[in-house]
């Protein structure tokens, strides 16, 4: 199914992969509707930085998708909705579980209450890798165990267990889409692969991060938009659960050297104590299976690491970019 001339919603239209998102979207002919957090300074978050001739054809609403009432008014009269509104870092969920209760879990359920009770025709809602914990076989699958190791990702769970209920009690058409570690421009600071890159530009040669032997399964954020694009134009994964994997991993430590050697080899990595998550909390391993999207869409990786590391590092050397954040503080 084409999204040309249909009309769509991005909830989290204001972040890092939503941004992309929309962007993708409207090259794709698609209608779009961008929901972002209300603020009084009326800031559309990484939107301000789209071309004009792009910011012009997006219908811009601010909400809160804790509230039942915007985010029906947000998803009135589309065809489609791609629901990314989440919190997302996992040190600040140990210091405020609530908040990510309500916006995590209870936002979701707003977007399937009014896509239920206004008859969407789709509902992909955004998971994430974090569900899975520390692997327990690899290449991790859809049906491999979920355990919440953060609150963060135990409220992730909850959501993605509320999307499923909703297609099994109500024919919901939901799909649940699964990305593994995203990564590119925009990114936000709290993520490592803008920790290592912010530090080095700004001259810092001791680059302070945490654990390094932990592995991740990366994926570029224009991979990872079209992993969306493809659930959304296909009927088969109605009802689904499907991974945005590359199906490889590295470590930490391996990526953390990579970046230094690309941009300034004489820097070094520097154990960074409060950058530790608790130990029990660690997910130790994340390597994804994409054999399910692969069965069920014509999604294919078409960018690797070395090159993706190329274009997220090009991004952040414009002055403007980088400007906006702050690599002498641990951003949570």
Known sequence: MSLAETNVVVTGACGFIGSHLVERLVSEGARVRAFVYYNSFNRWGWLDSLPPEVLS???VLTGDIRDPHGVREAIKGVDTVFHLAALIAIPFSYHSPDSYVDTNVKGTLNILQAARDLGTKRILVTSTSEVYGTAQY????????RQGQSPYSATKIGADAMADS???SFGLPVTIVRPFNTYGPRQSARAIIPTIITQLLEGQTDIKLGALHPTRDLVFVNDTVSGFINMAQSEKTIGQDINIATQSEITMGELAQKIIDKINPTAKIVSDDIRLRPKKSEVERLFGSNAKIKAL???????????GLDLTIDWFRDKDNLGQYKSHIYNV
Do not use: C, G, N
Not at 138 to 145: K, L, N, S, W
């Open 57 to 59: 054809k997006i219908e």
């Open 138 to 145: 690899v290449p991790i699958d859809e049906a491999h165990p």
């Open 166 to 168: 909703f297609y099994r």
């Open 297 to 307: 869409t014509s999604w294919e990786q078409h960018v690797d690491l070395d090159r």
